[in-house]
Structures are given as structure tokens and as C-alpha cells.
Nanobody, 121 residues
Framework: QVQLVESGGGLVQPGGSLRLSCAASGSIVSIDVMGWYRQAPGKQRELVARITRGGSTNYADSVKGRFTISGDNAKNTVYLQMNSPKPEDTAVYYC???????????????WGQGTQVTVSS
């Protein structure tokens, strides 16, 4: 069994900063790609940023230049540094792992439980 646990969400003022973390647990051998998605009320879940095991990244246009995704393969952890957030960034942020290889099996498309981020003054 594998699990993704997010932390770091909360209330942040516009123009401030916030850092989200997502740690994967289990008998993990490798994770090919991890990412952050978000879902605002009444909207579909959307990709925010994604990073491969090799360090390649891609971002939603709406967060380019403000958010930075990074990862620590040894810790099976991914981070999202949110700088200069805007009220429209308010959403539940979900961590995702595309493919987790463990000592027993392979898990596809694994999601965390989500963490609320509210950008407001």
C-alpha cells in the first residue's frame, strides 16, 4: 500500500508565500513523475505543476514565474513553492504520483487527500 500525504496548506495573503509538501510512503522503489493539481469550487481539477524523476518540469501558464515545483527522490517528496499567490489561486491542492513502483507491485495515478489553500487579505 502506498500513500501520499500533503501538508503546508492554509491561509496566505496575496503577494505572500506558501510552501506545500507531499510525501509518499510505502515500500517504494521509484516514482516516475509527481505533480500538483488543484480544484476550485465549481471548477474542474487542473494541473498546476509536474516534475519527473529526472527533474524535468512543466507548469500551468497561470502559475509560471510564481510557483516552483521541486522534488527529493531520496525522500519520495515533492514540494510546491507558491510565491506571489493571487486570490484566484484559492483551491484544494492535490498531490499526484503517476506511477509508483514498490517492492511488491506498481501503482498508477495515486492521489493525496488534498490540502486547502486560501489566498485572501
Amino acid at each position: 500500500q502506498v500513500q501520499l500525504v500533503e501538508s503546508g496548506g492554509g491561509l496566505v495573503q496575496p503577494g505572500g508565500s506558501l510552501r506545500l509538501s507531499c510525501a509518499a510512503s510505502g515500500s517504494i522503489v521509484s516514482i516516475d513523475v509527481m505533480g500538483w493539481y488543484r480544484q476550485a469550487p465549481g471548477k474542474q481539477r487542473e494541473l498546476v505543476a509536474r516534475i519527473t524523476r529526472g527533474g524535468s518540469t512543466n507548469y500551468a501558464d497561470s502559475v509560471k514565474g510564481r510557483f516552483t515545483i521541486s522534488g527529493d527522490n531520496a525522500k519520495n517528496t515533492v514540494y510546491l513553492q507558491m510565491n506571489s499567490p493571487k486570490p484566484e489561486d484559492t483551491a484544494v491542492y492535490y498531490c499526484n504520483a503517476g506511477r509508483i513502483t514498490t517492492t511488491q507491485t506498481i501503482y498508477l495515478n495515486v492521489w493525496g487527500q488534498g490540502t486547502q489553500v486560501t489566498v485572501s487579505s
